[in-house]
């Protein structure tokens, strides 16, 4: 199973948004064109991180979107789980009636893979986001490729 779309967008714009929100506001627009996602579907996304408060909005002139809370106290799985996806590796959605009504051989195996899913994504801060890409960012001005030395 892999993560839908709309998770992997709303972590990416939150990521955005996190490194430049130091700057001020960020408009949707600029999270548009910096990641190639449109406008429309941000709108969507930004409306449910809203209201689990994970982001605020200023209006007028001059407004955009700050974060919510601070980037440390907003794990990868709290995006997730505010635009409604979630990585479900149940064949029943965890109602363990995946085999005509009753639960199938494999469900607690499914269903602890689920758990170690939300377990490894909670562990993740969006701030320890934002500090592996800039400690990417610095390795590679510095010619390294996977802490090897690039070629010339």
């Known amino acids: 199973m892999r993560l839908s779309t709309k998770g992997r967008y709303a972590v990416t714009a939150m990521l955005d948004l996190a490194l430049h929100s130091g700057k001020g506001p960020v408009t949707l627009s600029d999270?548009?064109?910096?990641?190639?996602?449109?406008?429309?579907?941000?709108?969507?996304?930004f409306a449910s991180l809203r209201s689990k408060q994970l982001v605020r909005g200023i209006r007028g002139p001059g407004g955009g979107y700050y974060l919510g809370k601070?980037?440390?106290?907003?794990?990868?799985?709290d995006i997730i789980c505010a635009v409604d996806e979630w990585v479900e590796f149940t064949r029943c959605g965890g109602r363990e009636n995946c085999r005509d009504g009753q639960r199938c051989l494999t469900h607690s195996l499914w269903d602890q893979l689920s758990d170690e899913i939300f377990t490894f994504l909670s562990d993740i801060s969006l701030a320890d986001l934002v500090e592996r890409g800039q400690r990417e960012t610095a390795v590679n001005s510095k010619g390294l490729v996977g802490g090897k030395q690039r070629a010339a």
């Open 70 to 77: 601070a980037a440390d106290d907003i794990s990868i799985a």
């Open 31 to 45: 999270i548009s064109v910096n990641q190639g996602i449109s406008l429309s579907y941000l709108e969507q996304l």
